[in-house]
């Protein structure tokens, strides 16, 4: 089945360091690729999507790229804030559309000041 | 706005204890999902509709129950047969197409904890 694979947290950063967070995937067909973030107490928020190879989802100052060959949608941002703080999911999508979401177990990032 | 609601944001169940959690959106999406959410696990699919009166299964469906009587509204219900149901749940929403592009919207979800 599918699955995503995501590094474990929590990561720990200083305000305005380059940010990444790896994310891997095994699926079948062609799937669409997203990256959710958590607030504390709060349901997932969309924060950017990548629907074919090569695609590159950008929000936020976050950016990732669809990479087939490499199956990987890791998330990048250049300079972090401490407002960042935050899990972030990546997730997938199968052919079809119908089905739910195939999630990571989530990257809890920590920015401090 | 459009959204999802879930309520209560918090909910309390007692052993042997039936319990509702309501999700309702005013997206007009035909698809909803509930979701499971333990620290560490990320989230896991409980059931999904796509349609009203129709509803599947998903990774962890034993324990709970879902109906689908308007378009607008997918209740779960954690029975008593669930022995382990504490934790965060989520309702989420999407367009149906065939395509596997459009994302799913999320409510703020409800904690469930056991006294």
């Known amino acids: 089945g599918d699955s995503v694979t995501q590094m474990e947290g929590p990561v720990t950063l200083s305000e305005e360091a380059f940010l990444t967070i790896n994310c891997t995937y095994t699926a079948t067909g062609y799937p669409s690729l997203f990256w959710y973030v958590q607030y504390p107490g709060e349901g997932l928020q969309l924060l950017l999507k990548?629907?074919?190879?090569?695609d590159k989802g950008s929000n936020k100052g976050f950016e990732a790229t669809y990479r087939k060959e490499t199956t990987s949608f890791h998330l990048e941002k250049g300079s972090v804030q401490v407002s960042d703080s935050a899990v972030y999911f990546c997730a997938l999508r199968g052919g079809g559309g119908a089905d739910g979401l195939t999630f990571g177990k989530g990257t809890h990032l920590i920015i401090q000041p | 706005d459009g959204g999802i609601t879930q309520s209560p944001k918090y909910l309390f169940r007692k052993e042997g204890q039936n319990v509702t959690l309501s999700c309702e959106q005013n997206?007009?999406?035909?698809?909803m999902y509930w979701y499971r959410q333990d620290p560490g696990q990320g989230l896991r699919l409980i059931y999904y509709s796509q349609i009203v009166n129709d509803f599947q299964k998903g990774d962890i469906a034993e324990g709970y129950s879902v109906s689908r009587e308007k378009k607008e509204s997918f209740p779960l219900t954690v029975t008593s047969a669930q022995k382990n149901p504490t934790a965060f749940y989520l309702c989420?929403?999407?367009?149906?197409?065939?395509?596997?592009?459009?994302?799913?919207?999320f409510g703020d979800g409800t904690r469930l904890s056991i006294l």
């Open positions: 990548a629907t074919k190879a090569d």
């Open positions: 989420a929403s999407s367009m149906l197409t065939l395509a596997s592009n459009q994302p799913q919207h």
């Open positions: 997206l007009n999406h035909d698809a």
